[in-house]
C-alpha cells in the first residue's frame, strides 16, 4: 500500500493537497481543492493570507517543511524558481510528489526536477494557462500544461484537474514552461499589433468600443488558418504550399503600413521588427513563400 492510498483511506477518500503559496492563483486553486472535498494543508510566507481558507476548512501549516510533511502530493505555488528553493530548503521531500506551478524557464524547470530527485521526490512541472477567476469555472477554458514523471501526471490527474483542465505534454520537466512562455509570448505578440491598429485610429472621430469587434472578428479570421499553416510548413518544409499571399507580394505592401503611421503620427516601432525579418528573408528565400520562413530567422545560429 502506497502513502498516497494510505492517505485516501485515512480521510475523506480524496487525495489530501499541500499548497504553499496563496497569492491570488494560490487562493483561487486552494478554495476549488476545499470545494471538492480534498482535505487541505496551506502555507505562506505571510501567514494572515491563511486566515480565510482556514475557516473553509483549509488546515494551516507553521513552515514549509511542516506543510509539506502533510501530504504526499505537494504543489508550490510562489512568485519565482528562487523562491521555491527558499521555501523547500528544509523540508524533507523523500517520497513526495512535487509539483511546481510557479512560473519559470524551461531551464530553471528541469534544474528543478533534477534537484527534486536528487532529493527523493518525483517531480512534475506546470505552466498555468489561466488567470485567477478562470479557476475551478471549466466553461472558462483555462487549463495548466504539465511535464515531467509521467506516473506522477496519471497518479495525481484526477486531483490536479479540479482546478482547471490538464495538458500533460512530456517527460522533458521544462516542456510545460516552454509551452507557457510560448503560447504567452504568442499573446503578447498579438496584443502588440492590436495596440498598433487602436494608436492608428486614436486620433480619428472613430469610436474605439464600435472598432473593437472589427479588431477581434479580423484578427480571428486570420490567425487560426495562419497558425495552423505555419505548424504545417515548418514540419514538412513545403514553405510555398496552399500559401495564399507570398512574401514578396507582402513585402512589397510594407511602405503602405509604415507612412499610413507617419502620416498618423505612429511610432512604428510595433512592427518595424516584424517587417525588417520579412525583408530579410526575401532576400534569402523564395518570394513565393509564405511567412514561415521569419521562424527561423529567430533562431539563432540559423
Not at 492510498?5 to 483561487?28: N, Q, W
Not at 497558425?227 to 514538412?236: C, D, F, N, R
Not at 528565400?285 to 545560429?301: K, Q
Request: aromatic fraction near 6%; charged fraction near 20%; charge should be negative.
Amino acid at each position: 500500500m502506497t502513502a498516497n492510498t494510505r492517505e485516501k483511506t485515512s480521510t475523506s477518500g480524496k487525495t489530501p493537497v499541500t499548497l504553499l503559496g496563496l497569492g491570488a492563483m494560490g487562493t483561487a486553486l486552494a478554495r476549488t481543492w476545499l470545494a471538492a472535498d480534498h482535505p487541505l494543508t496551506v502555507w505562506n510566507r505571510t501567514p494572515g493570507r491563511a486566515a480565510g481558507l482556514v475557516g473553509e476548512g483549509a488546515k494551516p501549516a507553521g513552515s514549509a517543511a511542516e506543510a509539506v510533511a502533510a501530504s504526499t502530493l505537494v504543489v508550490v505555488c510562489l512568485l519565482d524558481d528562487a523562491s521555491v528553493g527558499e521555501a523547500l530548503a528544509e523540508a524533507d521531500l523523500t517520497g513526495k510528489d512535487l509539483v511546481n506551478i510557479t512560473t519559470t524557464t524551461p531551464a530553471q524547470a528541469r534544474a528543478r526536477a533534477e534537484w527534486a530527485r536528487e532529493r527523493g521526490a518525483r517531480y512534475l512541472d506546470g505552466g498555468i494557462m489561466a488567470v485567477p477567476p478562470m479557476i475551478g469555472v471549466p466553461e472558462a477554458g483555462g487549463y495548466v500544461f504539465y511535464s515531467g514523471s509521467t506516473e506522477l501526471f496519471e497518479e495525481h490527474g484526477e486531483t490536479l484537474a479540479v482546478p482547471a483542465g490538464t495538458r500533460y505534454v512530456g517527460e522533458d520537466a521544462g516542456h510545460a514552461a516552454l509551452h507557457d512562455v510560448a503560447l504567452l509570448s504568442a499573446m503578447y505578440g498579438m496584443v502588440a499589433g492590436a495596440s498598433h491598429a487602436f494608436a492608428l485610429i486614436r486620433k480619428e472621430d472613430i469610436d474605439p468600443v464600435a472598432f473593437a469587434p472589427l479588431l477581434v472578428e479580423w484578427v480571428t479570421a486570420m490567425a487560426g488558418p495562419s497558425i495552423t499553416q505555419t505548424g504545417e510548413h515548418l514540419a514538412s518544409g513545403a514553405l510555398t504550399k496552399d500559401v495564399v499571399s507570398n512574401l514578396a507580394m507582402q513585402v512589397a505592401g510594407v511602405p503602405t503600413f509604415l507612412t499610413t503611421a507617419e502620416e498618423q503620427g505612429v511610432s512604428p516601432e510595433l512592427i518595424s521588427p516584424f517587417f525588417e525579418l520579412m525583408r530579410r528573408r526575401l532576400a534569402l528565400g523564395d518570394g513565393e513563400e509564405g511567412l514561415t520562413g521569419v521562424v527561423d530567422l529567430l533562431v539563432r545560429g540559423n
